[in-house]
């Protein structure tokens, strides 16, 4: 599952590069703002048909929730689990383009919440490979983790607040699967699955 950080010295996603040139020679200092929540429910189409009326009212600047992608059926965003990528449940990136030039059009700026301090952890790629690789993982120092804790029965390792009762009695009622599944193995606990990492089962 390790694979190559996606983000190198001077580099920028395509994407982002594209947000900042169709934005870069427009100079609003914010005045007046609107706050539009996005989600499947409404999507770049829907916040691009506002945006006339927006303008009407005075508003100098579309203020987003994220819109980077987030856990599925997400309403809020802030679970974002790929920073490198759109919500394709807000939209395509067609969708977004649209959305940006009936900003420019109507000579309003675009403020993004984009949540850099957290992010979701259901399907995370990112978080997925610290689970399986640890401190080998490259994606190891995106996170606050404390390798060397008190107890050192937990060096190196990531401990989750995540079982519902005592860890012995959720192995007695078999709560805890081993699957093989995209070829690899996981331990799910219920809708919630973890990789198993490498050396134990290299080891066996």
Request: proline letters at 7%; a negative charge.
């Amino acid at each position: 599952m390790s694979q190559t950080p996606p983000f190198g010295k001077d580099r920028i996603d395509a994407f982002i590069q594209g947000f900042i040139a169709r934005f870069s020679d427009i100079e609003i200092a914010p005045a007046a703002t609107y706050r539009v929540q996005f989600n499947h429910q409404f999507r770049f189409s829907d916040a691009a048909q506002i945006i006339p009326y927006l303008n009407d009212l005075g508003i100098t600047h579309l203020y987003a929730s994220p819109y980077l992608q987030a856990r599925p059926k997400s309403l809020h965003g802030y679970d974002i689990c790929n920073h490198n990528a759109l919500n394709p449940e807000i939209g395509s990136e067609a969708d977004h383009a649209g959305m940006v030039d009936a900003l420019r059009r109507h000579d309003l700026g675009h403020i993004l919440d984009i949540v850099p301090n957290h992010m979701g952890v259901t399907e995370n790629q990112w978080w997925l490979d610290v689970l399986e690789n640890g401190q080998n993982s490259p994606f190891a120092r995106y996170f606050d983790i404390d390798w060397h804790p008190i107890k050192k029965e937990l060096s190196g390792k990531v401990l989750l607040p995540v079982l519902g009762d005592q860890y012995g009695k959720v192995l007695e009622n078999q709560e805890l699967k081993l699957v093989f599944s995209e070829g690899a193995f996981w331990v799910t606990y219920y809708e919630n699955r973890f990789p198993i990492s490498p050396g134990p089962i290299r080891d066996s």
